[in-house]
């Protein structure tokens, strides 16, 4: 006995990860713009890249240029922060 029944869910994850990235985003330029606290800033850029704002099913060759180049320069702004920390 088996059931064919197909449910269609809502894929939530693209949503959610939207607005964690968002959230995270926007810490980081509280920490950075009012509490001048650069390593709080730098963490929590660094944790919104965990969120992916795209499409996270999609593969990375088939992502369009905009959202690799996005992704990238973003991931350059953390490694700067890291070594600004460091060397300051």
């Known amino acids: 006995m088996t059931n064919n029944v197909s449910s269609k ?8 990860n939207r607005i964690l990235y968002t959230g995270f985003l926007l810490i980081a330029i509280f920490y950075l713009v009012f509490s001048k606290n650069i390593p709080e800033a730098v963490g929590s850029l660094g944790i919104a ?4 704002p795209f499409n996270p099913k999609q593969p990375w060759g088939q ?3 905009y959202q690799r180049i996005w992704l990238f320069v973003h991931v350059g702004i953390v490694l700067l922060g890291f070594v600004y920390i460091l060397i300051r």
């Open 49 to 52: 890249l965990i969120f992916d």
């Open 9 to 16: 869910t809502k894929d939530w994850s693209k949503s959610f």
């Open 63 to 65: 992502r369009p240029l």
